[in-house]
Structures are given as structure tokens and as C-alpha cells.
């Protein structure tokens, strides 16, 4: 059974860092791009970052390019989003999801291209 499970978020202030945390169970993440996104009440999920462990592919929002950062853990069939210089903007619910459905034309920044989903972390930047 795929599960993904995340953890870290909290309540910050703004500037300050946090680390969420993803680890899968039933598959290797090194078989399937593994994506963050979150969504802020009213609005729609949002495509945060995506890894791709197997050659290390990565890429970002615009919104979170040069403050967040993704890894990946293969021992701890784990992934991580870096998050720093946190502005309140960036208060939402956080999920983690597997795309075991990708081929090479898909967006992995788009919701729809994946299968498994979290059950999200909050995270709260206060001003």
C-alpha cells in the first residue's frame, strides 16, 4: 500500500525556516518524481517543487525559487522541502504526493499529474 506521510510544519515568523518532511512507504522514491504542494484557504493547490531522485531532476515555483530548497533521502525513502525566508504568503496547507503515472511530457508542477497524496501539514508564517 502507497502511504506518504508528512511532517514539520508549524507556526513561524516571517523570515524564519522550517523543514517538512515526506516519507513513503510501499514504493522507492527512486522510482517516481515526488512533488510538494500546498494550498492556502479559498485558493487552489499550488505546485511547490517536485524531485525526481532517480537523476536528481528538480524544479520550483517562481514564488519559492531561491528560498526553498528539495532533497531527497534514498536510505530514508524520504523527501524534504528546505523552506527559509518564510513570507506570511507562504501559510497553507502543505501535501506531498508520488507520481507513479509521469511520462516524460508531464508537468510535474501540476496537481493532476499525480496519483497518492498526503494528508498535508500546516504551516503558518506570522507577520
Known amino acids: 500500500e502507497v502511504q506518504l506521510v508528512e511532517s514539520g510544519g508549524g507556526l513561524v515568523q516571517a523570515g524564519g525556516s522550517l523543514t517538512l518532511s515526506c516519507t513513503a512507504s510501499?514504493?522507492?522514491?527512486?522510482?517516481?518524481?515526488l512533488g510538494w504542494f500546498r494550498q492556502a484557504p479559498g485558493k487552489e493547490r499550488e505546485g511547490v517543487s517536485y524531485?525526481?531522485?532517480?537523476?536528481?531532476?528538480?524544479d520550483y515555483a517562481d514564488s519559492v525559487k531561491g528560498r526553498f530548497t528539495i532533497s531527497s533521502d534514498n536510505a530514508k525513502n524520504t523527501v524534504y522541502l528546505q523552506m527559509n525566508s518564510l513570507k506570511p504568503e507562504d501559510t497553507a496547507v502543505y501535501y506531498c504526493a508520488a507520481s507513479v503515472s509521469f511520462s516524460y511530457y508531464s508537468y510535474l508542477l501540476a496537481a493532476g499529474e499525480y496519483d497518492y497524496w498526503g494528508q498535508g501539514t500546516q504551516v503558518t508564517v506570522s507577520s
Open positions: 524531485i525526481r531522485s532517480s537523476n536528481g531532476d528538480t
Open positions: 510501499g514504493f522507492s522514491i527512486d522510482d517516481y518524481p
